[in-house]
């Protein structure tokens, strides 16, 4: 049997127009209503750094990015919620030269790094918050974030670096 055919009952996905504002540009497009974030920005604005690591399920935190200030999952969140919201992502925050990169580099924050622009946006909206954080903080904000190749000890290091240098 189809799944059509299995009694489950399906929501038509309709189109719309959002604006949305990334790292300081704006941006027009139309949206379908089953578009996530994640999707729009990487696939549709360029974004490549949000990635997705848990197949859209919430999981593993690669798709952060910030939007009003607070780390949100991009895969968790459809893109048609999200018109006239302000979005900062890896890109804007390397441009902006923050601290935090370089931090991540020195301190080889990175393997494969496919989960980096997850743990940099998480970051960054902590010390955007909290500009001298404890090692628990930071711990705390990025417990949400997951890495394979098992880099966690040295993200610590990083953001607290880097902390002191915002
Ligand atoms: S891709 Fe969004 S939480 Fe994993
Ligand atoms: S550096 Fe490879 S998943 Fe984190």
Redesign the pocket.
Known sequence: MSREGAGVATVPVTEAPIKLTVNGEKYELSVKSNWTL?YVLHDKLGFTSI??????????????VIMEGRPI????ALAIECGGKTIETVEGIARANHPLIEAYVKHHCMQCGYCTPGFVATAKALLDKNSKPTADDVKEALAGNLCRCGTYPQHVIAVLEAASKV
């Open positions: 994640q990635k997705d690591m848990c197949t859209g399920k919430g999981e593993c935190g690669a798709c952060t999952l991009s895969c968790m």
